[in-house]
Every structure is written in structure tokens, then in C-alpha cells.
T-cell receptor, first 110, second 115 residues
Framework: SQELEQSPQSLIVQEGKNLTINCTSS?????LYWYKQKYGEGLIFLMM?????EEKSHEKITAKLDEKKQQSSLHITASQPSHAGIYLC??????????FGKGTLLTVNP | GAGVSQTPSNKVTEKGKYVELRCDPI?????LYWYRQSLGQGPEFLIY????????DSGLPNDRFFAVRPEGSVSTLKIQRTERGDSAVYLC?????????????FGPGTRLTVL
């Protein structure tokens, strides 16, 4: 079965700093999803990446997919307190179900 | 438009009791998924519906768990003889078709606590 490893497990940054979260898969990635979760809330969809080398941006968040390395990264530029939460990567294998990593807890100090 | 909704938001029950958790997907979405999230973990797949039928229930942990979607819209996850280990957040998601690429949109979850 597919496993996803996220690093770091947790991250504390000062407001305004840049940061990167990584997600590495044990198997080939057919689609990689990034979600954000706040305590007591569901998952908020951020971005989906499908092709190797693909890069997508939304506001100050950029995600890349390195298919050969079976890895994706999420980069936040000039972090803000509103970026705080748990970031989860989810991979779709050869079917429809998503396998998730354990998440990265991001704290942004003002 | 309205997103995925789940009720109740919190459920506290005693060991051995029966519980039902409800999910109302985004209108027009044919695919519906249930996941379970334990503390400090990512969501784990339980069951997938395409229309009214359960296309894949391989993630259900045992026969105490059952889910239905009789009219292809609202779904109910049913847990019999609850155990303390069933305590978790139960998340529902829906997507337009179920096939790839297809984004799954999640509800806020139901936090189940079994005393």
C-alpha cells in the first residue's frame, strides 16, 4: 500500500518568513493533493498536481510535483498568522481513494 | 453554493451503544467518501459510494461499521456496539465523478467520543 511521509512534523516560524513542507511517497504518484485543516474543521482543498514538474500557485502558496522523486513540496512566501494550521498531502493511487500523510503542524508567530 | 455538511458535529456515546453519522454532499456530486481521522494522524479511507452503491468498502475496520446512501445523495455511517477505539473524527467528502482527476471536498467532520 502507498505511504506518504511529510516533513517536518511541525514548524514554528515568525510572521513574514518563508517556509517549505515536503511530502514523499513510497510509490508512483498519479495525483497529489494539498489540503489545510484547522482544529475542529474539515479539510480545505488547496491545490492538485498531476504531472511531473507541474507547479501551481494560489496567493502566497506554491506547490510543486517532482514525479521522478515521488515527492511534492509546498512553499509559503511571507507567512501570515492566517496560514497557521495542519497541512496534509494526499495521494491518489491507481484508483479514487486518497492516502494521506500525517500532516505538518504550522504555527506562525506574529 | 453549499459545501459538504455533516451532523452532528459532536457525538458522545457510551461503549456498546449504536450511533449514526450523517453526511450531506455537494449537490450534483455522484461520488461520496467516508474517512476516519485519529488524533495526530491523517484521514484514513473507510468507504466509497458511486451513486447509491458502495463501490469500495475495503476500509471499514469490521462488521460493526456499515454505511448507506439509498437515494444517491445523503449518506449515513452506522456504527454498532461502539468501542472506545472508535473515538475519532469521521470525515465525509464528495466529488463530481469519482474518477481521476477529481477533487474531493470535505465536510467539517463529526467528532465521536465513546466513553
Amino acid at each position: 500500500s502507498q505511504e506518504l511521509e511529510q516533513s517536518p512534523q511541525s514548524l514554528i516560524v515568525q510572521e513574514g518568513k518563508n517556509l517549505t513542507i515536503n511530502c514523499t511517497s513510497s510509490k508512483t504518484l498519479y495525483g497529489l493533493y494539498w489540503y489545510k485543516q484547522k482544529y475542529g474543521e474539515g479539510l480545505i482543498f488547496l491545490m492538485m498536481l498531476q504531472k511531473g514538474g507541474e507547479e501551481k500557485s494560489h496567493e502566497k502558496i506554491t506547490a510543486k510535483l517532482d514525479e521522478k522523486k515521488q515527492q511534492s513540496s509546498l512553499h509559503i512566501t511571507a507567512s501570515q498568522p492566517s496560514h497557521a494550521g495542519i497541512y496534509l498531502c494526499g495521494a491518489k493511487g491507481s484508483n479514487y481513494k486518497l492516502t494521506f500523510g500525517k500532516g505538518t503542524l504550522l504555527t506562525v508567530n506574529p | 453554493g453549499a459545501g459538504v455538511s455533516q451532523t452532528p458535529s459532536n457525538k458522545v456515546t457510551e461503549k456498546g451503544k449504536y450511533v449514526e453519522l450523517r453526511c450531506d454532499p455537494i449537490s450534483g456530486h455522484t461520488a461520496l467518501y467516508w474517512y476516519r481521522q485519529s488524533l495526530g494522524q491523517g484521514p484514513e479511507f473507510l468507504i466509497y459510494f458511486q451513486g447509491t452503491g458502495a463501490a469500495d468498502d475495503s476500509g471499514l475496520p469490521n462488521d460493526r461499521f456499515f454505511a448507506v446512501r439509498p437515494e444517491g445523495s445523503v449518506s449515513t455511517l452506522k456504527i454498532q456496539r461502539t468501542e472506545r477505539g472508535d473515538s475519532a473524527v469521521y470525515l465525509c467528502a464528495s466529488s463530481l465523478r469519482g474518477s481521476s482527476p477529481d477533487t474531493q471536498y470535505f465536510g467539517p467532520g463529526t467528532r465521536l467520543t465513546v466513553l
